[in-house]
């Protein structure tokens, strides 16, 4: 018969499979759906690149190959650190399952003369050192999705006389959000440190610095989120100025879904690393643990932060450049007395300077946002002159 204590152990072990397994299906979830969206944007940077079949027989007739080529190694940078991320979240995931079949395979198929408590405790300690890998693999993944993202609101930006000022904030952040995750390096590899629900418990200096990690690149993401807004409202407000109309919208164009879309998904990023600052705190973390439901429903919003963070650049991407969302559009003008299509002319608008652009032949469209500055000529036609009508490609 059981001694009492190895009946306790062995509810201990029920539970922590039970909470691994649950919040590992949902993460499985997760990374489906993770995996069609870099599959989308790898498709979207690749075209914009010139890989892609299509891109790559239209810039057959470009003549500034190195200004072409110079554009292309943008994206193919971004798709980089977007491949990077993903794998990053494939390993976090792959030692998550590690880590279910571990603990079964040590505590109850391993070594069966040995007590269940000693078995069980070298599952612990098995499982602990994986997690502080985890939480370190964790801290880069965060640096690489605020690269991603500010990198949106530079080329948002890139066309401002003051862009370096703007920029220096977010850069400023990334530089932090750097430093800490290379504290964290140190705290993994010199100090050790006791991990409980993904958070160091101690030493005190590393669960601050893990605070700290979660807070920068919430005000991250609350900063860039705001400055591509507020660039995106001015082309808004432009269009509205100018007698701009969209063809094919209605009320509500599909620039605005668009900021709509930012600033929903940027608030909600900046509330996920809020709830973890939040959750790190030592008085938030004794409730939680006070309470087995609450333990367990935050073991699985734990399980998923690394999908979250993968997730919401790629997504940052598809937005702003895939084609059923992306605010690549023509500006044609047409003649105040005609307003059929002979006699239009397409003039692209810059989303990164917002000014119109001569069109040129020689070059397949681009996204708005990496167009170069040219100057504001036309938009302002009076009752008798042009009158810009936009339609979407």
């Known amino acids: 018969m059981s001694s009492a204590p190895s009946i306790a152990t062995l509810g201990e072990i029920g539970n922590d499979l039970v909470t691994s397994v649950i919040c590992t299906a949902i993460e499985t979830v997760l990374i489906t759906v993770y995996t069609m969206l870099v599959i989308k ?4 940077l690749l075209r914009m690149s010139g890989f892609l079949p299509m ?35 494939l390993i ?12 079964i395979r040590i505590t109850l198929v391993k ?60 850069v400023a952040l990334l530089l932090a959000s750097i430093a800490c995750s290379m504290m964290l390096t140190y705290c993994v590899a ?12 101690d030493p005190e200096f590393c669960r601050n610095i893990q605070t700290v990690s979660y807070a ?34 209605s009320r509500k164009s599909r620039i605005e879904s668009i900021v709509i879309l930012l600033i929903e998904s940027g608030l909600a990023y ?14 938030v973390k004794a409730a939680i643990n006070a309470k087995p439901n609450l333990r367990f429903a935050t073991n699985v919003f734990i399980y998923q932060t690394s999908c979250i963070v993968g997730m919401y650049p790629t997504i940052i991407i598809c937005l702003v450049h895939a084609q059923r969302s992306a605010m690549d559009t023509t500006l044609y003008s047409t003649n ?36 170069a500055d040219v100057d504001v000529q036309g938009l302002h036609a009076g009752p008798d002159q042009e009158v810009m009508v936009v339609q979407k490609h």
């Open 41 to 44: 944007a790898g498709s979207i």
């Open 55 to 89: 891109v790559l027989l239209s810039s057959l007739t470009k003549l500034n190959s190195r200004k072409g080529n110079s554009e292309k190694r943008v994206p193919i940078v971004t798709l980089a650190v977007v491949a990077m991320m993903y794998l990053i979240c």
């Open 92 to 103: 976090l995931w792959i030692t998550d399952l590690v880590d279910i079949v571990a603990e």
């Open 111 to 170: 070594d069966p003369d040995v007590d269940l408590d000693v078995k069980y405790g070298r599952a612990v300690d098995f499982i602990t050192h994986r997690l502080a890998a985890e939480d370190l693999l964790y801290g880069y993944l965060t640096c690489l999705g605020d690269g991603v993202i500010i990198w949106r609101v530079y080329a948002f930006w890139a066309s401002s006389y003051n862009w370096k000022v703007i920029i220096a904030l977010p």
């Open 190 to 201: 010199r100090l050790g440190g006791e991990i409980v629900l993904g958070s160091f418990r």
């Open 216 to 249: 920068i690149p919430a005000t991250t993401t609350a900063i860039a989120t705001l400055l591509i807004v507020v660039k995106v409202w001015s082309l808004i407000r432009l269009s509205r100025e100018n007698r701009i109309f969209d063809a094919h919208m």
């Open 270 to 283: 900046f509330l996920f690393f809020l709830s973890q600052a939040i959750q790190n705190a030592p008085a």
């Open 336 to 371: 105040g007395r005609d307003t059929k299509n002979a006699g239009r002319r397409g003039v692209p608008i810059s989303l990164g300077s917002f000014r119109a652009v001569a069109p040129d032949l020689s070059t397949s469209a681009r996204d708005l946002e990496s167009r």
